[in-house]
């Protein structure tokens, strides 16, 4: 093996023709010669180039609607062979077995397949052999063989080319391989992982994990961490599949708070009522509805104004001027929305720092995508929380029954709670979060905070008494003692939304009569840690 290593014929088999024909052009003009496949074959012919079929290598037709064409020894053999091997020379020799120096590929379309909802057999005939069986053999042989694998090195390929006198270096090869067998290793990931899900085994023996780079951060939740951004090719609207249009590049804790953001915001169906969700270190600081964007934006603001300075701001429908306008009277990390309006970009535009993305449309907050948490020595893998309360899945369990109003709140709440640290607690009036406690390791504990919040939110507002006064709160979890129960009925809540569940429910019930408070059950609980 030595440090450059020079292409004299290459193979080419793709399914996405990107970009084929020029690479082809460039490497004829090298003198390589080209071997290759069937619509391949056909692409570079039609551009007028000589191409020899893989088939008259091997001396055998594509059979097998196209199963069979390069597992053939006369392949395999002229990626696998070690050049300085006298040995493997000499079977070259014996056997007709040609080198063969560069290897393009790009796999059979699955994971599209899968994305556009393909059925069982469709799934099963865009599982590809060959392809992933020639990349592992030409990029274990990177001593001596190129391996290029995706559409985007070709450029990449054919400036090294030019660079060293039509040969690559070794450290090109290297890189080559190891992204030929990060994309092998990815491919297979999805087709393991949507078997599992096509078979019902929702806790396979093996778990695969695999993305593709999106962003090289300039480094994760501390200067000192390096980090990047990983994409699944998931089609769920956010801050992965997100349209950046103006704004520095986004970090990793801008990410993960966006990311929260717009999932929390998603709760509300804009078809009923525009709402807005501004995120602080992954937990809201104010959440609203509003008859119009700008006035659930303001109510969200007031909520915690102090905590809403450098924060995230997320809308259910796409922002309009005036909305825009009001959010860039502060100081704003990012604004995620659906859409934008032209007059909101150029009011955004004076604020050159102010990231604004759009997503074109919702997640569906219903839907059961993984999660997954990385642990010392292995990885948590569960579906996403996607419970829902609706009415009537309410208990009602005290003297008192709720409001039609109040029921609102609570329910309202209730959303917010899903998204907020545990142990959570959330007021909320005219459905607008009016005190988050959030990340608490006591419940009351997170009810005096919020509370306090509150208290605090009313001072600086000059208004005569906190919004906690006759407002709805929301627990994730149920309360283990009255404590944090009696700690929101002194903030002034009128009613009480939580799962239940304690031994001390009873306790706690009677606790909430005591105090004139109406309470309903979920029977689920949204711990979030």
């Known amino acids: 093996m030595t440090d450059l290593y020079p292409v004299k014929r290459a193979l080419l088999s793709v399914s996405d023709k990107t970009g084929l024909v020029d690479l082809g052009k460039a490497l004829a003009a090298k003198g390589v010669e080209l071997l290759s496949t069937g619509g391949s074959a056909k692409t570079l012919r039609e551009a007028g180039l000589d191409v020899k079929d893989v088939s008259e290598v091997t001396g055998f037709p594509e059979m097998m609607d196209g199963r069979v064409k390069t597992l053939h020894p ?43 909802g393909a059925d069982y057999d469709e799934m099963i005939e865009n599982i590809d052999i060959g392809g992933p069986a020639m990349i592992r053999a030409a990029a274990k042989n990177h001593g001596f063989v190129t391996t290029v694998v995706d559409v985007e090195d070709y450029a990449a390929l054919i400036a090294e080319l030019d660079a060293n006198g039509g040969q690559t270096s070794y450290a090109f090869r290297q890189k080559m391989a190891q992204i030929a067998y990060a994309r092998t290793g990815a491919y297979d990931a999805a087709v393991s992982n949507w078997m599992a899900d096509a078979i ?29 951004f990983y994409v699944d090719g998931s089609e769920r609207p956010g801050v992965a599949t997100a349209v950046q249009h103006q704004g520095k590049e986004l970090s990793y804790n801008n990410i993960n708070d966006t990311d929260a953001a717009f999932e929390l915001v998603a709760e509300f169906d804009p078809a009923e009522t525009p709402a807005v969700a501004i995120i602080k270190h992954a937990n809201p600081c104010g959440v609203a509805k509003g008859a119009t964007l700008l006035e659930a934006y303001q109510n969200a603001f007031d909520c915690d104004r102090t905590s809403a300075f450098g924060g995230i701001v997320a809308l259910n429908k796409a922002l309009d001027a005036e909305t825009a306008k009001a959010i860039t009277e502060i100081f704003t990390e990012v604004v995620i929305a659906p859409g934008a309006s032209d007059e909101a970009k150029e009011i955004f535009a004076a604020k050159k720092n102010l990231r604004l993305l759009t997503t074109e449309g919702l997640p569906n907050v219903l839907a059961k995508p993984n999660t997954i948490r990385q642990v010392a020595g292995g990885y948590l893998f569960q579906d996403k929380d996607a419970g829902f309360v609706g009415m009537d899945d309410l208990k009602v369990v005290t003297e008192k029954a709720p409001t039609p109003e109040q029921m609102k709140d609570l329910l309202f709440a209730w959303k917010v709670a899903k998204h907020v640290k545990s142990n959570a607690i959330v007021y909320v009036k005219n459905q607008a979060t009016v005190g988050v406690g959030a990340g608490q390791m006591s419940r009351l504990d997170s009810a005096l905070i919020a509370a306090k919040k509150a208290e605090r939110m009313a001072e600086a507002m000059g208004l005569p008494e906190p919004l906690t006064k006759g407002s709805a709160v929301a627990s994730d979890a149920f309360f283990p003692f009255a404590d944090g129960l009696l700690e929101a009925a002194a903030a002034g809540a009128s009613c009480v939304i939580q799962p239940g569940g304690s031994m001390r429910d009873q306790e706690v019930i009677d606790a909430a009569n005591e105090a004139g408070l109406a309470m309903v059950l979920t029977g689920m609980r949204h711990f979030r840690h």
Do not use: C
Not at 80 to 100: C, F, K
Not at 201 to 217: N, S
């Open 74 to 116: 006369r392949v395999h053999g002229g990626l696998l062979a070690l050049r300085d091997n006298a040995e493997h020379v000499a079977a070259m020799e014996e056997h007709g077995i040609g080198g063969i120096d560069l290897l393009v590929v790009n796999l059979y379309p699955f994971e599209a397949a899968l994305a556009r």
């Open 200 to 228: 019902g085994e929702e806790a396979p023996r093996r778990r695969v994990v695999a993305g593709q780079i999106k962003q090289t951060l300039r480094y994760g939740e501390n200067p000192h961490q390096s980090a990047a």
